[in-house]
């Protein structure tokens, strides 16, 4: 009996403790669970619009969204007097957010448009220019495709060469982005260059994309500066093509820039 | 016949103790299972009437001239009631990948065709070359003009003129 008073002081406290943790932790449990489902309001298109047309108050409209949905690109309806009267630039459908940016015509983006419509057609042009005549110069300086690659015999060790990185067509190959492997007597096929044939292949160009560890065949290789195959042909062109486009592009986008900022300060 | 020993009587400090452990715990026990069942309620209720459906959003804030990747859009699902045809859905999201932003797009926002520059014949991988220059030349000519943060649009926005 005298251990009672201590037994209900103990369960008492114990109670009083572990419900008013309990209680605290519910709450805020609670509280993230609501957490970004309060309904925030947003101006929304009443109707469908076009750009150019002018806002009032009977094309648009409010609606309430759980605010996580709610970014800083929404008008909010204590702001809307901010675009009442003004021109959209972008259309917007009923029910779409009424965003900030569509009543802004960015500047970068139509002389973006701009430029591009007006470079593009002149790169293509160029592209035109350069590609046959360089493909037929190419072609002429040409060695004639003399029969099979230089794989004499498949490796009977198995060590041939592989690639370490990531090359793509037109690389010319480098002794850096090589390395050698052994590959089981299954693999061991006259495509695949022998270890012993390094040296050779370094200073060709690649035809194809390889990703590290592909092993290295004599059909993805061609001369780099004599080709003796169409793919090397088209390889070696089309490396000066994208120089010649790159280039074109560039003198395009700058005259056409220029031109554009000229009236401005001029006065 | 030898009498059993009296039980040994427990100090009261250690069944004040246990008692104490013993409450807490029931009272844990089951505190524990209805706040979970109430705040099951709570997210519950909260979501009533809100159908979600997946959009395309960008990934993190997004200024104009971004490229659109698959790095710098993600997929989250918004309600229905919000979603219309200006939306880009995950479905279209090839019809935008490559392609500039010509608005700045704040991380989590939903994409919208608008905001997104499409010009008729021009795939931006497909002709980097002039995309690279365009985007190059013309964001050096009016870097100083263009808004970066939809903020920054707001402001510009509520100083326009009244037309």
Known sequence: MKSLPFALAGVLLGVSVSGALGISAGLEKMRAARQGWQLVPVVVAAVDLKAGDVVSMEVISQRAIPEQFVGPSMVRPDEA???????????????????WASFLDPP??????????????????????????????????????????PALDVPPDGR????????????????????VVTVPPLLRVVSL????????????????????????RWQMLDDAEAPSTVAGC?????????????????????????????????? | MTPSPPP????????????????????????????????????????????????VVAAKDLTPGTLVTMETVTQRSIPEQFV????????????????????PVAAGEALRWSLVSRIEGFIPVKHGEVFD???????????????????????????????
């Open chain 1, 160 to 179: 041939v060469v592989t690639v370490r990185r990531t090359l793509h067509e037109g690389d010319v190959l480098q002794d850096s982005d090589l390395a």
């Open chain 2, 84 to 103: 219309t045809d200006s939306t880009v859905k995950p479905d279209s999201v090839k019809d935008v990948i490559g392609r500039p932003v010509t608005s």
């Open chain 1, 81 to 99: 007097s901010f675009i009442v009267d003004r021109r959209l630039t972008t259309p917007l459908l009923a029910g779409d957010a009424v965003l």
């Open chain 1, 193 to 216: 260059v022998p270890a012993s044939e390094r040296p050779l292949v370094v200073g060709a160009r690649l035809l194809v994309e390889l990703e590290p560890g592909d092993l290295l």
């Open chain 2, 8 to 55: 040994a009587k427990l100090p009261g400090p250690v069944v004040f103790l246990i008692s104490f452990f013993l409450g807490s715990g029931c009272v844990g026990l089951v505190g524990g299972a209805a706040a979970w069942t109430l705040a099951k309620r709570a997210e519950l209720n909260a979501r009533r009437g809100w159908y979600l459906v997946p959009v």
């Open chain 1, 108 to 149: 970068w983006a139509s002389a973006f448009s701009a430029c591009v419509t007006h470079v593009k057609p002149l790169v293509d042009a160029r592209a035109t220019e350069v590609e046959p005549p360089r493909l037929d110069a190419v072609k002429a300086n040409a060695r004639s495709f003399d029969g099979p690659p």
């Open chain 2, 133 to 163: 220059a365009c985007a190059d030349e013309v964001g050096r000519r009016w870097a100083g003009d263009v808004d970066q943060t939809p903020a920054a649009q707001r402001a510009r926005v509520r100083r326009l003129e009244a037309p």
């Open chain 1, 234 to 267: 088209e390889a070696t062109v089309g490396l000066d093509l994208a120089a010649a486009r790159t280039e074109a592009a560039r003198a395009a986008a700058k005259q056409w820039v220029d031109r554009q900022h000229q009236p401005k300060d001029t006065p």
